[in-house]
């Protein structure tokens, strides 16, 4: 009975019923992938900076606990950047930690695009909608006066329909496009600044909070 239901809706709503629904589908699977490629268990693990820490102050780091940082973590990457070239001077760490930044902030910000004009393009087509339900009803009353009630309601609930649609579809989107942008600055600033302790410590500017850092 639902599924029937569903249908008559769709068919209501006119042809601009199907796109509408199409980006609902690619809003909803957007913001799935990325809640899930931004927890923060895989993007900044909890302990990660405090076993930086160590390896640091302890003179253990080495080729294979390099190779395990590039490969853990977005923040492992960052890290490892400037580890790497920690015998090139300050501002070639700078450098390369920015440039491993920015290629991760890059990836974090995937599909956010996409996310972005869907919140655009949804409430256009549900008022595109809107016109073309609205000719129906005015085509319909030149034509056949106003005594055909049911061309009448057509034209008026695929106006309606439409509108509706697009805007349940835009609504959500746009919340969830600035969450997840919000989410994304405040990730790259957190590793941005975990990289600057990083290249302060190692050049002995500062002490390693392992305390602050590992609380994050």
């Known amino acids: ?95 390369s930690i920015q440039e491993v930044a920015s290629h991760e902030v890059h990836e974090m910000e995937r599909y956010m695009t996409v996310l972005g004009s869907i919140a655009a393009i949804a409430p256009l087509l549900g008022l595109l909608g809107t016109v073309f339900g609205m000719i129906r009803v005015f085509t319909a009353i030149v034509l056949q006066g106003t005594g055909n009630a049911a061309v009448l309601a057509g034209g008026i609930s695929e106006a309606l329909l439409t509108t509706a649609a697009g805007l349940c579809v835009a609504i959500p989107s746009l919340f969830f496009h ?19 302790k990083l290249v302060d410590v190692i050049h002995g500017d500062r002490e390693a909070d392992v305390g602050e850092t590992s609380s994050k």
């Open 1 to 95: 009975m639902a599924e029937t239901s569903l249908l008559d809706v769709l068919k209501e709503g006119g042809l601009l019923m199907w796109p509408i629904i199409l980006c609902s589908v690619v809003s909803l699977a957007i913001i799935v992938e990325r809640f899930w490629a931004l927890r923060s268990s895989h993007i900044i693990p909890k302990q990660l900076v405090s076993q930086v820490w160590g390896w640091v102050k302890n003179s253990q780091l080495d080729a294979r606990k390099l190779k395990e940082l590039k490969t853990g973590s977005p923040l492992g990457k960052v890290l490892a950047a400037g580890l790497v070239n920690t015998k090139h001077g300050r501002e070639i760490m700078k450098e």
């Open 178 to 196: 600035r969450f997840l942008t919000r989410r994304i600055e405040e990730i790259s600033v957190f590793m941005e600044q975990e990289a600057i």
